[in-house]
Every structure is written in structure tokens, then in C-alpha cells.
């Protein structure tokens, strides 16, 4: 399989693409014909260098929001004595609603754990 030139223009329009833009606004940011960025969808070599790019985006995106993470639970924490009872009883229903959903993902993370350690079926004892 011949792999695709991924500089320039195509690379832009990847990058585009993997952003989330609609084929007729990548195409015009990447600076290269509609018909063009259709032809390059249809390689899958193309298509999965969209797919890369856009893991690399939500990676990116994941640490960003995991570095404000313990910022945004001491605003929350500060919202929890705040002299608005309406405030107040906002912070603490998200508090709860957090607490739940982290002990959920924590179950889910045992279970799964559990799972993967069992041996497989047809596995020799």
C-alpha cells in the first residue's frame, strides 16, 4: 500500500478534519479544492491519519482538563460555604452527583480488573 504524502496542504487538511471541520471548510482552510479533500477521504491510509490525529486531540484535551481538575474541586469546595443557600445547594448536589459517579467508575475498574485476571476460556488450568 503507498502511503500518503502527509505534508503541506494534505497534512492541513487532516489536521482540519480531525478538528471537526466539514469537508467544504477544510478544504478552504487547507487551501486545496473540495473535490481534492473528498479524493484524499477516500484513501484509508488518509482517513486513518484523521482518526490519529483526532486521538492525539482528545489526549491533549484529557491532560488539559485533568491539570484543572484539582482547581476546579477547591472552587467547589469554597461554593460549599457560600452565603447563596441556592449556591450552597447547588455545590452540594454536585458533590454527591460526583462522589456517585467516582465510586461508580471505581467499581467498573475492579470488576474489569477482576475479569481480566480470570484465565480465558480453553486456557490450561
Known sequence: MTEIDMSGARFRLAQAMARGLKVADAAREAAIAE??????????HFRK????????YSLLAIGQVSEAIP?????????????NESV????IQCVFELSADLRHSADLENRIAEIEQQPAEGDAP
Do not use: F, M, N, W
Not at 473535490?35 to 484509508?44: F, H, I, N, V
Not at 482547581?71 to 461554593?79: C, Q, V
Not at 450552597?88 to 455545590?91: E, H, I, S, Y
Open 88 to 91: 450552597r445547594l447547588r455545590a
Open 35 to 44: 473535490c481534492t479533500a473528498y479524493r484524499y477521504l477516500r484513501k484509508p
Open 49 to 56: 491519519r484523521i482518526a490519529e490525529l483526532q486521538h492525539v
Open 71 to 83: 482547581e476546579a474541586a477547591h472552587a467547589l469546595r469554597g461554593l460549599l460555604t457560600s452565603a
